[in-house]
């Protein structure tokens, strides 16, 4: 497990450098700090760490699918409410695959006049690589505790 706040390898019962616990960890909650960041954007800042475990109140199957399916398009992050990034990979990946489609139906119906497919295609081809690696990441990192989902740390008595 890693410590969610610094980031070091949780050994013990608690971080050796920032005393968080591993109690706090495996009690932390997605949904208080998704409320938290639309209540008390300040206070969100401060409190809301990214955590590679999957909170109680996160369905961890319905990530993992969601990841697996639809994470090119962002599907998991909107899920824990990882938004910027959610957003990035939906404005790109969707559009990309019309334009892939588009083109396809332009060869086959020889839609001579749509050849500026190809330029746009080219550009969005980079940015869609982009999304792809995040997807890839995603889906190892959702099975490996390397995915992070927004929390607030439980409590910190044992
Ligand atoms: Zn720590």
Not at 33 to 58: C, F, H, M, Q, W
Not at 71 to 93: M, P, Q, S
Not at 97 to 115: G, T
Not at 116 to 143: E, Q, R
Request: with cysteine; proline share 3%; charged share 25%.
């Amino acid at each position: 497990m890693r410590c969610p706040v610094c980031g070091a390898k949780m050994k013990d019962v608690a971080c050796r450098y920032c005393k968080t616990t591993k109690k706090e960890v495996l009690t932390a909650s997605n949904k208080k700090a998704l409320e938290l960041r639309k209540n008390d954007r300040e206070k969100a800042e401060d409190t809301v760490v990214y955590s590679g475990e999957i909170p109680s109140d996160v369905n961890a199957t319905k990530l993992k699918v969601l990841t697996c399916t639809l994470g090119w398009f962002g599907a998991n992050d909107f899920y824990v409410g990882r938004y910027a990034r959610a957003i990035f990979k939906l404005v790109v990946t969707v559009p990309f695959f019309l334009l892939v489609i588009l083109k396809v139906l332009a060869e086959m119906f020889l839609w001579y006049n749509l050849q500026n497919i190809d330029n746009i295609l080219y550009w969005l081809s980079f940015l869609a690589a982009i999304t792809f690696f995040l997807y890839v990441m995603d889906f190892v990192g959702v099975f490996t505790h390397k995915y992070k989902i927004p929390v607030v740390l439980g409590d910190k008595d044992e």
